[in-house]
T-cell receptor, first 110, second 115 residues
Framework: SQQGEEDPQALSIQEGENATMNCSYK?????LQWYRQNSGRGLVHLIL?????REKHSGRLRVTLDTSKKSSSLLITASRAADTASYFC??????????FGQGTRLTINP | SAVISQKPSRDICQRGTSLTIQCQVD?????MFWYRQQPGQSLTLIAT?????????ESGFVIDKFPISRPNLTFSTLTVSNMSPEDSSIYLC????????????FGPGTRLLVL
């Protein structure tokens, strides 16, 4: 069964706007990761945030984690057409299997 | 970062046949993983393949349907046996470069359509 639930399922914005995607999970975690998938291809790892971290940045990406609410968000600032992809959160990894959320399909309109 | 290749990149197969998907990694890794992504869905782990031991299958997946080989530390194959249209999916392999590493690196996927 899927650990994470993501919303929205689909998001369409104009180039230059910010995109926010949310992920909720059910059990306690050691970390949460975000991956990107372009057009049904392989996944690319974006960022990992540990359970003792509240916020993490990588370039135009900002990830927050609220363990009390069992939720995380991924913010992409100043979006570009190349950001069009599906974004998945995932929990686990290491000794635990990686469990993915349902994903958000992001479309950036020129 | 990892260089992971998969063959074939896509295929169209007839029901009842089998397809073997190859995954090649550019360096030695302990653990390799196989995932299925059904149309419009998320990824589901099929099995974990360690070199020198039997693959470990997740609930709902069985060796007779998805036999896996792991002959060395850089290569693995997944066979989808006796295919039906419900097997139409993207199949992805992934690796972690350090044992028990949290982050996995994915191959480009194999897009399978079963008629």
């Amino acid at each position: 069964s899927q650990q994470g639930e993501e919303d929205p399922q689909a998001l369409s914005i104009q180039e230059g706007e910010n995109a926010t995607m949310n992920c909720s999970y059910k059990t306690s975690i050691n970390n949460l990761q975000w991956y990107r998938q372009n057009s049904g291809r392989g996944l690319v790892h974006l960022i990992l945030i540990r359970s003792n971290e509240r916020e993490k940045h990588s370039g135009r990406l900002r990830v927050t984690l609220d363990t009390s609410k069992k939720s995380s968000s991924l913010l992409i600032t100043a979006s570009r057409a190349a950001d069009t992809a599906s974004y998945f959160c995932a929990t686990g990894g290491g000794a635990q299997k990686l469990v993915f959320g349902q994903g958000t399909r992001l479309t950036i309109n020129p | 970062s990892a260089v992971i290749s998969q063959k074939p990149s896509r295929d169209i197969c007839q029901r009842g046949t089998s397809l073997t998907i190859q995954c090649q990694v550019d360096s030695q890794v302990t653990m390799m993983f196989w995932y299925r992504q059904q149309p419009g869905q998320s990824l589901t782990l099929i099995a974990t393949a360690n070199q020198g031991s039997e693959a470990t299958y997740e609930s709902g997946f069985v060796i007779d349907k998805f036999p896996i080989s792991r002959p060395n530390l850089t290569f693995s194959t997944l066979t989808v046996s006796n295919m039906s249209p419900e097997d139409s999916s993207i199949y992805l392999c992934s690796v972690d470069y350090r044992e028990w590493a949290e982050t996995q690196y994915f191959g480009p996927g194999t897009r399978l359509l079963v008629l």
